[in-house]
């Protein structure tokens, strides 16, 4: 039977729709993707689901990442039926999270008045073993029951509940073996987030990631050096050599190749406590650009600054290389000191720097001796073509550091607590002479003279 | 006649090309709107062979396009014969006859590259384009232009409109983003690792003499590998293939931990990843995958 015209206009509006949520979630959806898609229709039976929806996905979602955006969204916006369910699931977990947070509240005490504990922490109490909720009980009765306890004990107790918690927490996000549950985000979703909220499960798949991406990037690079260093003038010894087997006549010109001059690349990476793991990260990154940058030194610092690149010629998996170097490294974990790092730098591998040098510094700016930093900062860029600062604090929290403030208004700096916007940040700038301020994941980047 | 998806899932199966459902619809849709395919996927899942296969169902020529860096219309679309040219020039000039210019810029001097070719062909043919991440950006822009008119503009002799628009098949192994026109112009299939009970299918069909039992175990230990998220190359198809054989040529009836051990440089290509397997699952580790498999019923179990 044929539809009416209701049904048809009915069905119209709902592809509209579709097309509309598709756009939302960010996949590029125009109108002639979804004419394709209603002509592709009228070739099928509706009547089968996988053919409707094969249809849909062929048409309206055209890369990986799209069509997981699109799996996700068919299955909600053509089944109700689980919708609700998914939707009534929520709303378990929702009333589960509170119970569970009342149950932290009630539990961690410390003379009859509750811990002051972030709702995370106390989720994680929540769903801690018995014997790890047990063991944090009986600490907590036997701090209380002891000998001059005093109030101002309270903070030096958050504290150590903190430590216990994370503990435990550790415990749980080791990597689970065959058939464990580990969180399986996917590659679109891993590139999105926040490289500390990373879990260690998802680490395996995080590295595959990096891996690729930083492949991808390379091949990019090489593909613009060998663009910009193109066809220079007409080499006339070649061309006449050449050109002797056609009689003298000119029938093929043969050209000078301008020869790329090569950049150094230099890596600095802050491993203080809060940004280990963004600097491992991006250092694996910048290590897997290898094919394509000749000229790679890799440095970690916090209180001092280490040189790595020696350790690396040792050969082996890169990945697994970078991240026991980091955690071996001497300076692995300290504060946090940029000052210092920057003077070794400019002291004991001076050779390194000159007007070829790229320095890529990935650190959230927070410093002692911010003064004497600047001033380090200011003598080494004097020496060096470039200075590319990653700052892996959302750009939103940047006006509330004097020091972000301060070094952004002397070097390039740019918002890089992702993968994707590390991938950005890289392919775009790397190369790249003159910069403006282009976006970065929605963010801008703070630019000198800007 | 237009082909059915019905006819053209059987012609799949009958050139041996096992594939799910989806790929059969987003072909027949491709066909049907003619509109090109573009096929991503990790490397070795047989984007380049769909295109093949496509041609051999079809029953018409197959015009491939490789890829790479610097590839530009010169190679791609036409040249002119610049060699023949010069001898009738010559030729001419010892003869003391004048030449007409347009007779030097005549189809007799074109050299027909594939773009051009799969528009001058007389039969629907198909259009291969393989790796066209490959390819640089000018090229992409330069192509998606070709394949929305289906016509091309020779300056010496005027446009050329394709007399038959050809199924054009697009192959991508993501090494960079393609433009969103390209995209624009395209029908979009991913191909991803077979599961094993199509794998299975697919040994058979392409390995004469193996046995069922010896290509369940393989099709079962390539996905137990292809699971493992810490291998770099995960073993393609055409890999289990070139395995599937040599297993066959040693008269191997049936697997083993040791013997996938022994046989591993055909099946993962990394030397990380070899090592990797050695340390955390050996033949041990592959022998009790194999255990399991069997007492778990797996599709196709013997």
């Given amino acids: ?450 | 006649m237009e082909l059915t998806m019905e006819q053209l899932r059987r012609g799949f199966a009958r050139v041996g090309y096992i594939c799910e459902e989806n790929t059969v619809l987003t072909v027949y849709l491709a066909l049907v709107l003619q509109k090109p395919l573009l096929v991503e996927g990790a490397p070795g899942v047989g984007k380049t062979e769909l295109g093949k296969a496509l041609a051999q169902v079809l029953n018409t020529e197959l015009i491939r396009l490789q890829c790479y860096e610097g590839l530009d219309e010169t190679k791609a679309l036409y040249e002119w014969n610049y060699q023949r040219q010069l001898l009738r020039l010559q030729i001419d000039r010892s003869a003391e006859v004048e030449v007409a210019e347009e007779d030097l810029f005549s189809p007799r001097y074109l050299l027909e590259r594939p773009l051009l070719k799969a528009i001058r062909s007389d039969k629907r043919p198909v259009l291969l384009i393989d790796e066209v991440d490959k390819c640089d950006p000018e090229f992409e822009a330069f192509l998606f232009e070709v394949l929305s008119d289906f016509q091309v503009s020779i300056p010496e002799i005027g446009t050329v409109t394709a007399r038959t628009v050809p199924a054009v098949v697009l192959t991508s192994n993501s090494e960079r983003e393609l433009s969103d026109g390209l995209k624009r112009r395209c029908l979009y299939l991913y191909l991803d690792f077979p599961p094993p009970e199509e794998e299975i299918k697919i040994i058979k069909a392409k390995v004469p003499g193996v046995e069922e039992r010896l290509a369940w175990e393989i099709a079962r230990v390539v996905e137990y590998l292809r699971r493992q998220e810490q291998l770099r190359k995960k073993p393609s198809i055409a890999e289990t293939l070139d395995w599937a054989r040599a297993l066959v040529a040693l008269k191997h009836r049936s697997l083993d931990g040791g013997l996938v051990d022994n046989t591993l440089n055909l099946l993962l290509k990394r030397r990380q990843d070899q090592l990797y397997f050695r340390r955390e699952i050996g033949p041990r580790g592959l022998d009790k995958v194999l255990r399991q498999g069997r007492a778990g019923g797996d599709a196709g179990a013997p």
């Fill in chain 1, 1 to 450: 039977m044929l539809p009416s015209p209701r049904e048809e206009e009915l069905f119209l509006r709902q592809m509209v729709a579709f097309a509309g949520q598709l756009r939302a979630a960010g996949v590029e959806v125009g109108t002639a993707e979804l004419l394709d898609c209603l002509q592709a229709l009228q070739h099928l039976s509706l009547a089968r689901r996988d053919h409707f929806k094969g249809a849909l996905g062929a048409t309206l979602a055209k890369s990986a990442r799209n069509r997981e955006i699109f799996d996700l969204l068919f299955e909600r916006f053509f089944d109700p039926l689980q919708a609700r369910e998914q939707q009534t699931k929520r709303l378990e977990q929702q009333e589960k999270l509170i119970k569970q947070l009342e149950e932290a509240g009630e539990a961690l005490q410390f003379k009859g008045e509750p811990l002051q504990l972030s709702d995370d922490e106390k989720i994680w109490y929540a769903s801690l073993p018995e014997e790890g909720k047990a063991g944090l009980q009986r600490f907590l009765k036997a701090t209380e029951e002891g000998k001059k306890v005093e109030a101002s004990f309270r903070p030096l107790l958050e504290t150590v509940v903190r430590g216990q918690l994370r503990y435990w927490r550790s415990r749980a996000d080791a990597p689970a073996g065959e058939g464990g549950a580990g969180s399986k985000l996917g590659a679109p979703g891993l590139r999105h987030l926040d490289l500390k909220d990373i879990r260690e499960a998802d680490l395996p798949a995080v590295e595959e990631l990096i891996a690729r991406l930083a492949r991808q990037v390379s091949s990019q690079l090489v593909r613009r050096q060998r663009r910009l260093s193109g066809a220079g003038a007409v080499d006339f010894r070649r061309t006449l050599r050449h050109n002797l087997q056609f009689g003298g006549c000119l029938f093929k010109i043969k050209y000078r190749r301008k020869q790329p001059r090569r950049q150094q690349l230099l890596f600095l990476g802050d491993v203080s406590a809060s940004m280990s793991r963004y600097s491992t990260m991006i250092l694996q990154f910048i290590y897997g650009l290898q094919t394509s940058v000749k000229n790679l030194e890799l440095f970690v610092f916090s209180d001092n600054l280490e040189h790595l690149t020696p350790r690396l010629r040792q050969g082996g998996d890169p990945g697994q290389i970078v991240e026991q170097l980091v955690r071996r490294s001497k300076t692995w974990g300290g504060g946090t000191n940029i000052a210092s790092a920057l003077s070794t730098l400019a002291g004991e591998y001076a050779s390194l720097l000159n007007m070829r040098t790229t320095i890529i510094v990935v650190s959230d700016t927070r410093t002692v001796t911010l003064a004497r930093a600047l001033e380090a900062l200011d003598r080494v860029k004097t020496r060096v073509k470039r200075i590319l600062w990653l700052n892996p604090l959302p750009f939103s929290e940047w006006s509330c550091y004097a020091s972000v403030k301060a070094f952004a208004q002397r070097v390039e700096m740019w918002p890089c607590h992702t993968l994707a916007q590390l991938e950005k940040i890289v392919a775009g700038r790397l190369l790249q002479k003159n910069v403006s301020g282009k976006e970065v994941g929605n963010e801008q980047a703070y630019c000198p003279g800007r």
